[in-house]
Nanobody
Framework: VQLVESGGGSVQSGGSLRLSCAAS????????MGWYRQVPGKERESVAA???????HYADSVKGRFTIARDNTKNTLYLQMNSLKPEDTGMYYC???????????????????WGQGTQVTVSS
């Protein structure tokens, strides 16, 4: 399965962007898909994730501002980002990771797929 992100760009603080991740295969059976962010010199971090059953997980830094969604009929994952801040700047990756845990909830896929990333830049 190939994952291709789109929708990144440059916006001013307070603006919005909607990221999309198109999968080349059927995502209905994927246990967990997510969006990750990486800034040069820092570790990649999970931003948001959504389970096969629609359970959503968010990093504390984006709660209330970002919304993740998946459309299994279109094999597409989305990330709606509102009220963007300069600290949201980074390369955003779509993934169907091998493992993911949020608190006591853990998920596992039988594969580890990642997209190439799309750049988001938020200026103050």
């Amino acid at each position: 399965v190939q994952l291709v992100e789109s929708g990144g760009g440059s916006v001013q603080s307070g603006g919005s962007l909607r990221l999309s991740c198109a999968a080349s295969g059927n995502i209905a059976g994927v246990n967990l898909m997510g969006w990750y962010r990486q800034v040069p010199g820092k570790e990649r971090e999970s931003v948001a994730a959504i389970s096969k059953g629609g359970r959503e997980h968010y990093a504390d830094s984006v709660k209330g501002r970002f919304t993740i969604a998946r459309d299994n009929t279109k094999n597409t994952l989305y990330l709606q980002m509102n009220s963007l801040k300069p600290e949201d700047t980074g390369m955003y990756y779509c993934a169907a990771p091998y493992t993911y845990c949020s608190g006591y909830e853990c998920y596992r896929n039988d594969y580890n797929y990642w997209g190439q990333g799309t750049q988001v830049t938020v200026s103050s």
